[in-house]
């Protein structure tokens, strides 16, 4: 069942089973733990995009640093 596959396509595998086992325990939770997980996912998303963006700008700076010298 669990074959060991490296790189993108294991990390998508896992990706997919860990979201159909939150989708399986979602009917025994209470509605604050869901509240508390969607909150969480959301923070996560949006902590990723953010340091996506600081990422960009700060390889554009130290490009344009290097530029000058």
Known sequence: ???P???LTGLIDKA???IMNLFFFWKDWDRFSQGL???III???YLWFTLKKEQKYF???I???RRRF
Do not use: C, V
């Open 1 to 3: 069942m669990d074959m």
């Open 5 to 7: 596959t490296g790189g």
């Open 16 to 18: 997919i089973k860990f």
């Open 37 to 39: 997980l969607i909150t």
């Open 43 to 45: 923070l996560l998303i």
């Open 59 to 61: 390889n554009q700076s």
């Open 63 to 65: 490009k344009q640093g």
